[in-house]
């Protein structure tokens, strides 16, 4: 099935929660690793679609903070397969940037030196950026974020006053990017699992029930067309969006 896609209304920045690996994996008979084996070939996919498509961010929920809890093995076969997916030469031929947002000092010493070696050399690239969340929650990132701002108030760098929205994205991980215009879950779960909570306040949530390795080239489409439906109001009324009034 093909969708209509408007091109001048491809959201800037997709975000998704990439669930479902292990129950792919286990309805097949198979381990949960081969779920995330599978996982990793669409996460390559789904990027070069989204490159073709003119998403400018791309934020991969690939690991959160409640994962460390998780049996050591599976967490070791999921770092394995992050170190051996990552492939400069797919990421330079297609002029994506390649970034990290999580607690980095967590991560083994293989991931972060993989990921700082790709960081580095795709940190000149100009079309889309893939932003890989390891090791990441939302509250973890606001808890940080507010250490820091202490600690700037403290040393008598920040006012009270000088708190503001604003301010507070810039202090995020998340700060380079623009907030997500569109969320997509995979894997039939409908909650946000700490991702990104204070930069989708006004995102457009999109669920579906596929398992993330059976996510294709045109369930994204199909996610961007179905955002491309909606009305994003901000609070104002239809009426006064469709007047285009500020
Ligand atoms: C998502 O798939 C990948 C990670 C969380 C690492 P899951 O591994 O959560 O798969 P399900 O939800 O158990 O099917
Ligand atoms: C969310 O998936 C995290 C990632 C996709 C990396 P989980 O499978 O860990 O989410 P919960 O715990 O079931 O909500
Ligand atoms: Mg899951």
Redesign the pocket.
């Known amino acids: 099935m093909e969708y209509e896609l408007n091109r001048d209304q491809i959201p800037a920045h997709v975000a998704i929660?990439?669930?479902?690996?292990?129950?792919?994996?286990?309805a097949k008979g198979l381990p949960?690793t081969a779920?995330?084996v599978e996982?990793v070939e669409r996460a390559k996919q789904i990027t070069e679609e989204a490159t073709r498509l003119g998403v400018k961010f791309l934020t991969l929920?690939?690991?959160?903070t409640e994962?460390w809890n998780?049996p050591d093995a599976?967490i070791e076969a999921?770092f394995n397969l992050l170190v051996t997916g990552l492939e400069d030469e797919v990421f330079m031929k297609n002029n994506v940037r390649f970034r990290v947002i999580g607690d980095f000092d967590r991560l083994p010493l293989s991931v972060q030196k993989r990921t700082r070696e790709c960081m580095d050399k795709t940190a000149g690239n100009t079309g889309t950026t893939m932003v890989v969340a390891i090791s990441y929650s939302s509250r973890w990132e606001l808890t940080q974020t507010m250490q820091k701002m202490a600690r700037q108030a403290t040393e008598g760098k920040l006012k009270p006053e000088e708190i503001t929205e604003d301010y507070i994205s810039s202090q995020l991980q998340t700060a380079f990017m623009p907030d997500p215009d569109l969320l997509i879950r995979t894997?039939g779960?409908y909650r946000i699992s700490n991702y990104l909570l204070w930069q989708c306040a006004y995102t457009e949530f999109y669920y579906c029930d596929t398992?993330?390795p059976d996510f294709h080239e045109e369930d994204l489409r199909k996610a961007i067309a179905d955002f491309q439906h909606r009305q994003r109001r901000y609070g104002k009324t239809g009426e006064q969006v469709e007047k285009n009034e500020n």
Not at 17 to 23: K, S, T
Not at 61 to 64: A, E, G, I, K, V
């Open positions: 929660i990439m669930d479902g690996n292990g129950r792919w994996a286990k949960r779920g995330h996982g929920y690939t690991f959160s994962n998780r599976e999921i894997g779960e398992y993330w």
